[in-house]
């Protein structure tokens, strides 16, 4: 297992416990998606693998190495975060942000090769490249910040609400690229409130309820005959054509 | 007449530039509001008083590595062990640093205020295309005017000024890209101590004495400076000390003779005039670390 949270609980302050005994995996090459409602504990999880949240108690670990230990590093585990708010650098260029993506890599030619595969994978990050990232649209900027995380050369991508609040055509392009990415064998965790779409692309699903607890986990279908699930989903995957 | 007053109040606004750029890179970065670093430009001061018989760039280079030593040695025993403190601490904290090194320069080696002469070739006045002006505001001009050419090129074509940059804006984001704390935090200090020792190598120039409490001044001007161009642009922060600089300068020349001793009156009213409608700070909008 690349990611594996065992029995998770998650505090914020001194009272709010916003997760309360998650479990969930996500294996080599995997694609898996977190669904559920606002307040369920999905970007809580993420920012806890990112060691920004505390662990109160239960295990997470990245490649059996505990995010809790002394020492542990995301970005040793080469651990890529795009966060619910993107966290683009607004003072820096598009080209200075897509640089600090791959600001600890020792591989320049390679690193080199990877912008070059950035650009023509987004190419509106070559066409802006010199210009402040605060200037770039809402889409714009989700590409950069995905692009970025991508030059890592990430191990296991975290991808926290990528859609939220884009336009229909930059959601379609987004999950082009969420595909692309699980074809081209990246390991994914996927957050995202677009139950259906994420139902569509992803190998498997957790539906998260609120304080983070798992309601049901599998493929789509194997979620559709779950009936808490579908009940708190408001719809059976096959109902509306989702048959991965 | 018109040149000499532009080459002061274009002087004496990068002068405060370099200080507002100096509070406004540790609060971005580390979220310290640093009330000491009045005590870092002392620092340099007081070098450039002890070395005051050496040739000048010999004391400039002396005060450089007073202030980078007082500064790195206060992030190191104080900020350090407060690295994931509140903003609250950390002020506290800088008040601490702040009073310490002044009582201590006041009990040891400043008990009271030391005269520093003049460079000769400062007290000169030479004839440029017609107007007549002052060495020590050319001196002002083209010193802070090449250290903000500097800090621009660091901060906008090296690795290092990049990471700054982005630390300064959001510090949890660059450090999950792989930016370094330990790396940036003291680059910052190092970076603060070299501006803080140019400033108070002008600020001796100028003023002729060294004394325990000579940061306060521009500590303050630091401050305001970069409250009105903004505290999370390090751009914002450059243009607030440049504004407030050539405010003063202009003030200075435009003021009757009997309203002189009222500039700052003036100065904060606009100020406050300005804050009123940006409150923010004139280039603000980045986001700023919190803890």
Redesign the interface.
Known sequence: MVLSITDAYLQYGASVMAVQGCSLHVGEGELVSLIGQNGAGKSTLVKAV?G?VPLHSGTITVDGHSVSDRGFS??RKRVS?V?EDR?I????TVG?NL???G??RKDKAGLARDIERELERFPVLRKYWSRGA?LLSGGEQQQLAIA?ALL?DPRLLLLDEPTLGLAPIIVDLIFDVVVQLREEGMTILLVEQNAVRSLEVSDRSYVLQAPGKVLGSGSAAELGELPAVVEYLGFSPAEVGVTR | MILEFLISAVGLGALYALLTIGVALLFGVLGLMNFAYGEIILAGAFAMYLFRDQPWLVALLMAIVFAVVVALLSERLAFHPLRNADPVTLMIASFAVSLAIQSLARMTVLPRTRGVAPEDFLAHRVDLLGADVSVLDLLTLALCGTMLVAVAWMMGRTSLGIQLRAAAEDFQMASSLGVRANLVIPSAFVTVGVLAAVGSAVLVARQGAVSADMGLQPMLIGVVGAVLGGMSSLKGAALGGFLLGAATALLESLLPTDLIAFRDAFLFSALIAVLVVRPQGLLSGAKVRVS
């Open positions: 990112m920004q995301t970005v975060h966060p966290g650098f607004a003072s820096l200075e640089r600090l993506g600001i600890t605060s970025r890592l």
